[in-house]
């Protein structure tokens, strides 16, 4: 059988991982089971189980068992002697081999070590879209009892600036999402976000000082006559203070300052050619100013913008969202704890967790 060198590549390459990215086609399930069953070839002391195939589907799982059958079957009829029997007994293994979805081998290794992963072997696996009909369900008890509520809630107030659909595709959205830590109070987020932006803008302006455009600018605004009352004078006229800001400047918020006018303030589409002494003359003070904004345009989304009125509405509405969101979380992980229920999310937590808590369990994995 014959393949290309990236497919040789592919197949025989064991010694580091490998990415294989082809379109549809192309041949990748025909080089993944040739990878597979190189490797059995080359390690004949490994047992099928010793190998893992992960799929995305149920149907691909099985396209992939379908075709390390049929190879297998080939081998054995194409060898005799002692070898025939090592192929004969991998065939014998099928029914055993690890071709599954990511789902399916989480659930197999939690199975086999639910005491260490604290769970109940007994599990059931609840299907992606009947997890989002659960969601669903979830979401509407948690809002009719916020409606129902005899005391009114402080999460009620985002019904008042959202409607109810934005209110439910939010929650569905983050009913299985890990939410990240943050400030209690709506002073505290914004404190945190500041900082955050300080701490972002810091490397984005020491990076903005250190190039050449700035001092190339200043030295062809101070080795040019600017005429007086022409109205990309007066735009030149703040360019330059706030060059020398980025260029001299102590703060922070002076150098950001800079770079927001350079982004977002600078206009091109005035002058005029007889005051600057002709045509060609205004057009190259339009085309320096033209390159100083389209740097800082460039540099403008890893600056991002500095927290305002905006970010203090929405540090006033984030409490209330966590708040509404977390019962969601809870109301659902009580469902699914009370029907011994997990979804795929939770096969993935559940799993990636043993592996990195129990050594002894990863241990045993790795040496199988």
């Known amino acids: 059988m014959k393949f290309t060198d990236a ?15 082809a379109g549809a086609g192309s041949g990748k399930t025909r080089v993944l089971v040739e990878r597979y069953m190189a490797l059995l070839e080359q390690n004949p002391d490994w047992p099928l189980n010793a190998l893992v195939a992960i799929t995305f589907t149920q149907k691909a799982a099985q396209e992939m068992r379908d075709r ?23 065939l014998a293994a099928m029914d055993s081999a690890r071709i599954d979805t990511i789902h399916a081998l989480c659930a197999t290794i939690l199975r086999a070590n639910a005491a260490d992963a604290g769970v109940d072997p007994r599990f059931s696996i609840i299907e992606p879209i009947d997890a989002d009909l659960l969601v669903s369900d979830v979401i509407d008890r948690v809002l009719n009892a916020l409606r129902e509520s ?5 999460a009620t107030k985002l019904f008042s600036h959202y409607d109810a659909k934005q209110i439910r595709d939010v929650l569905d959205a983050f009913a299985t999402r890990p939410l990240d830590d943050m400030p209690d109070t709506p002073a505290d987020i914004m404190k945190h976000w500041q900082q955050q932006w300080r701490q972002n803008a810091t490397i984005v302006v020491q990076h903005a000082r250190q190039q050449p455009i700035i001092a190339e600018k200043l030295h062809w605004a101070t080795t040019h006559t600017f005429p007086a009352g022409d109205k990309l004078t007066a735009i ?4 330059q203070q706030h060059l020398q800001n980025l260029h001299n400047g102590t703060t922070l918020d002076d150098h950001a300052d800079a770079l927001y006018y350079f982004a977002k303030d600078i206009k091109i589409d005035r002058g005029k050619g007889d005051l600057w002494g002709g045509k060609d003359t205004l057009q190259e003070a339009k085309d320096e100013l033209n390159t100083l ?23 006033e509405m984030l409490p209330l969202w966590m708040t509404l969101i977390q019962r969601v979380q809870h109301s659902y992980a009580a469902l699914k704890s009370a029907e011994d229920l997990m979804d795929f999310d939770d096969l993935e937590h559940h799993t990636a967790n043993l ?10 994995y790795l040496g199988a």
């Open 7 to 21: 497919q040789h590549d592919a197949i025989y390459t064991h010694d580091r991982p490998v990415i294989v990215v």
């Open 355 to 364: 592996l990195t808590t129990a050594p002894a369990v990863r241990e045993r």
């Open 68 to 90: 390390v059958r049929q190879a297998l079957q080939q081998r054995l009829a194409d060898v005799g002697g002692v070898d025939a029997e090592r192929w004969a007994g991998l």
């Open 236 to 239: 030149w006229d703040d360019v």
């Open 293 to 315: 904004r389209g740097w800082a345009r460039e540099l403008h989304p890893l600056l991002g913008e500095r927290p305002g009125h905006v970010d203090e509405a929405a540090a």
């Open 150 to 154: 005899d005391v009114p809630e402080p």
